[in-house]
Nanobody, 126 residues
Framework: QVQLVESGGGLVQAGDSLRLSCAASGRTFSRVVMGWFRRAPGKEREFVAVINWSGGNTYYGDPVKGRFTISRDNAKNTVYLQMNSLKPEDTAVYYC???????????????????WGQGTQVTVSS
């Protein structure tokens, strides 16, 4: 069993920055992969970013490339999402997720992740 808790969301203006955190507790998996997803009002949940255990491999969804950065601190069992140049269309509930194993072709598929946090709200005003 793994528990994930997101924090760092809030209300900001367009162009501002936020740093989200996701703290993991419980069992530690040797091959855990961490990802971020988001659900905007009236839209389906979409992939944001993913990082492997070592931190050496990352991938981003097209809408956030060049603006968001995912990282992890394994000593703290925490993954981060640095969000810069925020836009109103970034407004969403952001979820972190963990997968004990995931193939390189499935990193963007939410059904491949085993554990999910409760989400944190990010609102970007125009």
């Amino acid at each position: 069993q793994v528990q994930l808790v997101e924090s760092g969301g809030g209300l900001v203006q367009a162009g501002d920055s936020l740093r989200l955190s996701c703290a993991a507790s419980g069992r530690t998996f040797s091959r855990v992969v961490m990802g971020w997803f988001r659900r905007a009002p009236g839209k389906e949940r979409e992939f944001v970013a993913v990082i492997n255990w070592s931190g050496g491999n990352t991938y981003y969804g097209d809408p956030v490339k060049g603006r968001f950065t995912i990282s992890r601190d394994n000593a703290k069992n925490t993954v981060y999402l640095q969000m810069n140049s925020l836009k109103p269309e970034d407004t969403a509930v952001y979820y972190c997720a963990a997968a004990t194993y995931i193939s390189s072709s499935s990193y963007y598929m939410e059904q491949k992740y085993d554990y999910w946090g409760q989400g944190t709200q990010v609102t970007v005003s125009s």
